[in-house]
């Protein structure tokens, strides 16, 4: 009998095939790219071979690994080497933080940062280019909101970007003026474009060089798919594919790469790019673009006014029959398409549009889905399940924004049905779960300890206990769910015979621990592809 031998065996007494919801005692066997037998301990032996390579786990968790199926990765990279100001609690602290960053990167001719939020700030007010421009006269700096929808800057990056007081508003966003009608340094939205495209001018080299470190951060994190959706025009120039297709060239690319480029009325290059991109690690998935921005700078797309500012309720991106027109002839070409969509105005819009995507062209297995779905109206609800649309969404979203803030922004009624994560479950809805890196750090383990605690931003209070789900069903979010919603469960998702090798070892069994701890994990080995791209401290488990 021609029998396979395996290249790596691993055995654990704890499996998360994620075909039921609980893990079991198995062993997998890998040859090449995939998995050719799940089974006992026993059963593995006449796989076994002199050049198999075995794992023996005791009661550490196998499991599938994980696929985000929203962030932005190149945008990701650049944040690995920005100052992080999420922990400041008031603007001096943050410029402290700025001014040391800037100082320990002098070859850095921009000064990025990301994750500020004034709503954790002593005075709860927002910064101004003046107190940027005390530490760094000289040098630009671009520092995005923890929500990335707008930004802070100073005043030597608006010269740069040759933003004045006589500069007009772009078609969405505005820059922020003083009572003298002077630039204050806040830019929302596109206006954020125009200093993006000068910080974010990086050679060839450069880009390849943050594309690595990028796929070696996601290796040491479990994460073995990844969707790269459009952010904003400006960092296009950043995505730039002729290095991701070298990179799978080479063998080196250590990550699935689902791209989702602009959803924009043009068809005719999104074919090119669907066409050009269609392998098994690196392909084109489908559209995607915005429909609003969010809930504390007030641009997420409301059905009733903001609560604390009447006069406004947000706006759409784009016309709303602009967005419909886009999405029915897109629907048209087969395309998947993806909106952020945070305010429930905007998320209505989104399954509106899908809708009516549906009786112009016809029922089909699109697959669409909202991204966010923060604020949602409870009659869209059972939408999701009726039009097939996936909610794709970020747990960890509702634990970054200050809790007050956010419901300060909505009111007390908005406010019951924020992030409605297990009542969308409940409901049929389909869940995927991701980061939106670098909004967020790319670890799979907080988004999945936000899920099943629903903890808020004060580490302490329980925002809607009757939203939480359990660790099966988060994990799965994190697993088959993308895989589903990229129409690759029949490769992906699930550890099965006959599917690709893309798997996670954590050092502890996610089931057996308090749930305050899944944060704590770490990961132990990481399998893409049939290859082990991550290794910690499990050279002693090997034969």
């Known amino acids: 009998m021609n029998q396979q031998l395996a290249d790596i065996i691993l055995t654990s007494n704890a499996v998360f095939t994620g ?221 730039d594919y002729d290095v991701f297709k070298e990179f799978e060239d080479s063998g080196k690319l250590t990550a699935r790469v689902h791209l989702w480029p602009a959803l924009n009325g043009n068809l005719e290059r999104a074919r090119k790019l669907r066409d050009a991109y269609q392998s098994e690690k690196l392909r084109v998935s489908g559209l995607k673009q915005f429909i609003d921005g969010v809930i504390t700078a007030r641009t997420a797309y409301l059905l009733e006014p903001y609560a604390d500012e009447p006069e406004t309720r947000g706006e759409t991106s784009f016309p709303p029959e602009t967005i419909k027109k886009w999405v029915i002839d897109a629907d048209k070409e087969g395309f998947s398409i993806r909106f952020h969509a945070i305010g429930d105005g905007a998320i209505r819009l989104a399954l509106d549009a899908y809708e009516e995507a549906q009786k112009v062209n016809g029922k089909r297995d699109s697959r669409h889905a909202v991204e966010h779905v923060e604020v949602i109206h409870p009659d869209d609800i059972p939408r999701f399940k009726e039009l097939g649309v996936t909610a794709s969404m970020q747990p960890d979203h509702f634990a970054m924004s200050e809790r007050g803030v956010y419901t300060e922004r909505i009111g007390a009624q908005r406010e019951k049905h924020v992030f409605s994560i297990n009542t969308l479950k409940k409901a049929g809805a389909r869940l995927t779960f991701g980061t939106d890196f670098p909004i967020d750090g790319l670890n799979p383990l907080m988004q999945i300890y936000r899920a099943v605690t629903r903890i808020d931003s004060s580490g302490k209070e329980v925002w809607h206990p009757h939203e939480r789900i359990t660790l099966a069903e988060a994990l799965k979010a994190y697993t088959s769910g993308p895989a589903y919603g990229s129409f690759r469960e029949d490769e992906l998702g699930t550890l099965e015979a006959g599917k690709l090798a893309d798997l996670v070892v954590l050092d502890r069994n996610l089931f057996e621990i308090p749930a305050e701890e899944i944060i704590e994990a770490q990961v132990l080995l990481t399998i893409a592809d049939g290859n082990i791209v991550f290794k910690n401290g499990v050279a002693q488990g090997v034969k």
């Not at 922990?87 to 990167?105: G, L």
């Not at 107190?131 to 930004?151: K, M, T, V």
């Not at 007081?165 to 125009?194: C, F, Q, V, W």
């Open 19 to 239: 075909l039921s919801d609980l893990p079991e005692p198995a062993s997998i066997a890998i040859k090449d790219h995939k998995i050719i037998a799940v089974g006992s301990k026993e059963d593995m032996k006449r796989y076994s071979g002199g050049h198999t390579k075995t794992f023996h786990f005791e009661d550490q968790l196998i499991m599938p690994g994980f696929h985000d199926f929203h962030l932005h990765m190149m945008d990701g990279a650049v944040s690995m080497n920005s100052v992080n100001l999420f922990s400041a609690r008031s603007e001096e602290e943050a410029i402290e933080m700025i001014r040391t960053f800037a100082e320990s990167r002098p070859e850095n001719s921009w000064v990025i940062g990301t994750s500020w939020d004034a709503g954790y700030w002593d005075t709860k007010s927002l910064p101004t280019r003046h107190s940027l421009d005390r530490i760094l006269p000289d040098r630009p700096a671009l520092l995005f909101h923890a929500e990335g929808h707008y930004a802070w800057v100073n005043s030597k990056a608006l010269e740069i970007a040759n933003i004045t007081r006589h500069t007009e508003d772009p078609s969405y966003g505005s820059i922020g003026k003083d009572e003298n009608g002077e630039p204050n340094g806040l830019l929302y939205e596109k206006a954020m474009d125009a200093v993006i495209r000068h910080a974010y001018h990086f050679t060839k080299e450069q880009k390849k060089e943050l594309f690595a470190n990028f796929l070696a951060h996601c290796a040491s994190l479990g994460v073995t798919a990844v969707h790269d959706l459009f952010a904003i025009e400006a960092l296009e120039m950043l995505n």
